[in-house]
T-cell receptor
């Protein structure tokens, strides 16, 4: 079945530590890939996207993500986490030749002082 | 531009009542999406419009749900005879695309939270 998987429901990191959030998808051709962030009571905000080209993409707030075709993955990274990064993060996929976004179930990030 | 606006932000209703949510997208955006999000889950696709045409509806969207975008600007999502299982956050998003392309970026509103008692 086609799906977007975020295997980590909750992650806790210390402020200043590095972060990696995992996302795997199962769609045939290379889809369009996104990471969104949602703070409590807020809508989703786009962090970064991959359409084509360089597989390492830079986003806002110091985030980056790497597309790995062989692993069907699009993991989100940040070298040094800030307390304000505490939020829920969603990976999203638009399969090639489709027009709707499929979202993972999210990873909730807690940041320890 | 003030982004994507959704109203009301919160709605509490009794089972069996009808509710309507409104979404005002970014003015130049031609595509509008409705998603539903329940606690601990990612958003689930409900339907989308390109201009005023409703191009796709999810099987999640039972016949109690109807969405319109009459002039290709704002959209409404109506739920008739609400059930407790309809309790969720209803998210609207808009985007600007040329042609039939999935390579677009969604801008989301803050959502409308529905509680059915």
């Amino acid at each position: 079945a086609q799906s977007v998987t975020q295997p980590d429901i909750h992650i806790t990191v210390s402020e200043g530590a590095s972060l990696e959030l995992r996302c795997n998808y199962s769609y045939g051709a290379t889809p369009y890939l996104f990471w969104y962030v949602q703070s409590p009571g807020q809508g989703l905000q786009l962090l970064l996207k991959y359409f084509s080209g360089d597989t390492l993409v830079q986003g806002i707030k110091g985030f980056e993500a790497e597309f790995k075709r062989s692993q069907s993955s699009f993991n989100l990274r940040k070298p040094s986490v800030h307390w304000s990064d505490a939020a829920e993060y969603f990976c999203a996929v638009v399969p090639y030749n489709f027009n709707k976004f499929y979202f993972g179930s999210g990873t909730k990030l807690n940041v320890k002082p | 531009d003030t982004g994507v606006s959704q109203n009301p932000r919160h709605k509490i209703t009794k089972r069996g009542q009808n509710v309507t949510f409104r979404c005002d997208p970014i003015s130049e955006h031609n595509r509008l999406y409705w998603y539903r999000q329940t606690l601990g889950q990612g958003p689930e696709f409900l339907t989308y419009f390109q201009n005023e045409a409703q191009l796709e509806k999810s099987r999640l969207l039972s016949d109690r749900f109807s969405a319109e975008r009459p002039k290709g600007s704002f959209s409404t999502l109506e739920i008739q005879r609400t059930e407790q299982g309809d309790s969720a956050m209803y998210l609207c998003a808009s985007s600007l695309v040329s042609g039939d392309s999935g390579a677009n970026v969604l801008t989301f509103g803050a959502g409308s939270r529905l509680t059915v008692l």
